[in-house]
Nanobody, 123 residues
């Protein structure tokens, strides 16, 4: 199982980014895909999750972000709009087999992680 996140960068406040997570070694339609982020000095936190047609968002990004997946490309995406300086972090995608929805934002339950992509929101 491998995951590779990309699409981060430097963006001004109010801007948008689309993060991508390419998966290999498994079919994403069998597993859930979660997006997490970790800012300097802070714990890694769940941002969004998608599986079996259900989507979950952290309150901090709800209404500004959209998670999606393309089973044909075996990839997942996180579209982030109206970005704020507090969104600055390293963003990771992760996956876990048979993860209960109630645990979608619980990092210890994810055995597989991508390498992370830096998102910096600054003017």
């Amino acid at each position: 199982v491998q995951l590779q996140a990309c699409g981060g960068g430097l963006v001004q406040p109010g801007g948008s980014l689309r993060l991508s997570c390419a998966a290999s070694g498994f079919d994403i339609d069998d597993y859930g895909i979660g997006w997490f982020r970790q800012a300097p000095g802070k714990e890694r936190e769940g941002v969004s999750f998608i599986n079996v047609g259900r989507k979950f968002y952290a309150d901090s990004v709800k209404g500004r972000s959209t998670i999606s997946r393309d089973n044909a490309k075996n990839a997942a995406y996180l579209q982030m709009n109206s970005l704020k300086p507090e969104d600055t972090a390293v963003y990771y995608c992760a996956t876990a087999p048979r993860l209960p929805f109630s645990l979608w934002c619980t990092t210890p339950y994810y055995p597989y992680w991508g390498q992370g992509t830096q998102v910096t929101v600054s003017s």
